[in-house]
C-alpha cells in the first residue's frame, strides 16, 4: 500500500498540533489535533483560504456556545439546539466545509461545566486555532505539493497511453471491451488532470517575471488538456464505429490510418518540444508537404460519399463523426504547436529540469 503525502503530513499536523499545544500548556491538546486533522488541504492556497474559513467558524461556534451555556446552561439540549444554530449560521454565511469544526468548537465549549467558565472557552478556542495553525505551517513546510510536475506527467502518461490504444484502434485490432474498459479509465484519468490543472492554477507566484511565465504555462498545459481530450474523442469513435470503418472503400480506409499514424507521432513530438528535448523550430510538417489538407480530404469523403449513396457500402452519417473529430484533434494539435514555439521563445530555458526527469 503506497502513502500519499497527504496522509504523510496528516500525521505529521498531528504531532506538531499536539506538541504546540503541550508546549503552550493548553488543556485537552486532543482538541488540536482535531483542528488540524480538518485543517490539512491538497494546496497551501487552499490551506491558507481554510485557516481564514476555520477562523471565522471557530469564532461563530465559540461565541454561540459561550452564549448558550450562559442563557441555558450546559444542559444536553441546549448543547443540540446550540449546535442546530451553528450549522444554521454557517449554511447562511456560505462556510459549509467547516461546520463540523465549528461543532467541535461548540460542543467543546460547551462541555466544561466550571465557574471559570469563560477563561476554559478561551482555552479550547485557542488550542482549536493553534491546531489550525500547526496544520498551516506543516502543509507550507513539509512536503510541499509541486503540481506542475504532477500534471505534466500526469498528461504525458495519459497521452502516451491514449497514442498506444488509438494506433490499435484504427488497425481494427484492439478487442472490443479492452477499448471499453482503457475508454473509461482514461477518462477518470483526464478528469484527475483537470483537478491537478485547477491545483497548479491555484498556486501563487509572488515574482512579476514568474507570475508572466506561469501565465503562459497555464495556457500551454490547458491546450495539452483540450488536444488530450480531443484525442480521446478520436479513440472513442474510432472504437464505435469499428464496424463502419471495416467497410470503407480500402484507399480511403488507409487515408484514415495514414492521417491518424501522423497526429498521434505529431503529438508525441510536440511534448517533446515542451521540455526542450526537440528543436522550437522542428516541425513534423516539414518533409510532409505531400500530405493532403483538411479542405483535400473533405473533397474526398464528399465524393466517397456520392459514391456510397449509389452502392450503400458504409454508414456517411457515422463517418462523417469520425472525420471531423480528427480534423478537430489536427487543429487543436496545430494550435498547441504554435503555444509551445512561443513559450519556448519568452520561457524555454525556464523548463524546470525535474519535469523531463522525473518522468524518464
Given at each position: 500500500m503506497k502513502l500519499g503525502a497527504r496522509i504523510v503530513k496528516t500525521g505529521v499536523a498531528i504531532v506538531f498540533a499536539l506538541f504546540m499545544a503541550d508546549l503552550l500548556n493548553l488543556p485537552s491538546p486532543i482538541f488540536a489535533a482535531i483542528a488540524a486533522i480538518f485543517a490539512i488541504q491538497p494546496s497551501i492556497y487552499r490551506s491558507y483560504l481554510s485557516i481564514i474559513e476555520q477562523i471565522q467558524s471557530n469564532l461563530i461556534g465559540a461565541g454561540i456556545a459561550v452564549i448558550f451555556a450562559l442563557i441555558f446552561g450546559h444542559h444536553y439540549v441546549a448543547v443540540g439546539l446550540a449546535a442546530v444554530i451553528t450549522i444554521a449560521i454557517m449554511l447562511k454565511l456560505k462556510l459549509e466545509k467547516s461546520i463540523s469544526l465549528a461543532l467541535v468548537t461548540t460542543i467543546a465549549i460547551m462541555e466544561v461545566q466550571s465557574d471559570d467558565f469563560l477563561t476554559f472557552a478561551l482555552i479550547r478556542f485557542t488550542t482549536i486555532v493553534v491546531g489550525v495553525l500547526a496544520a498551516f505551517l506543516v502543509n507550507l513546510v513539509f512536503m510541499p505539493p509541486k503540481y506542475?510536475?504532477?500534471?505534466?506527467?500526469?498528461?504525458?502518461?495519459?497521452?502516451?497511453?491514449?497514442i498506444r490504444w488509438t494506433r490499435i484502434a484504427k488497425l481494427q485490432a484492439s478487442e472490443h471491451n479492452a477499448t471499453k474498459q482503457a475508454l473509461d479509465k482514461l477518462r477518470e484519468r483526464l478528469i484527475k488532470i483537470d483537478q491537478f490543472y485547477l491545483f497548479y492554477k491555484e498556486e501563487r507566484s509572488y515574482l512579476r517575471n514568474k507570475k508572466h511565465a506561469k501565465a503562459r504555462k497555464l495556457v500551454v498545459y490547458r491546450q495539452m488538456i483540450s488536444v488530450a481530450n480531443k484525442s480521446w474523442d478520436v479513440l472513442k469513435r474510432l472504437h464505435l464505429y469499428e464496424n463502419e470503418l471495416s467497410n470503407l472503400p480500402?484507399?480511403?480506409?488507409?487515408?484514415?490510418?495514414?492521417?491518424l499514424n501522423f497526429l498521434l507521432t505529431y503529438q508525441e513530438q510536440l511534448h517533446l518540444k515542451y521540455t526542450g528535448q526537440l528543436k522550437p523550430d522542428h516541425s513534423i510538417w516539414t518533409g510532409n508537404e505531400d500530405l493532403l489538407k483538411r479542405h483535400e480530404v473533405m473533397e474526398i469523403f464528399a465524393r466517397e460519399i456520392a459514391l456510397s449513396k449509389e452502392e450503400e457500402t458504409f454508414s456517411s452519417y457515422h463517418l462523417l463523426h469520425l472525420l471531423s473529430s480528427v480534423l478537430d484533434y489536427e487543429e487543436q494539435l496545430e494550435h498547441l504547436d504554435t503555444l509551445i514555439v512561443s513559450h519556448q521563445n519568452y520561457h524555454g530555458d525556464e523548463i524546470k529540469v525535474d519535469l523531463k526527469s522525473e518522468y524518464n
Open positions: 506542475e510536475t504532477k500534471l505534466f506527467q500526469s498528461i504525458q502518461k495519459t497521452t502516451d497511453e491514449l480500402n484507399h480511403f480506409r488507409l487515408m484514415i490510418q495514414e492521417r
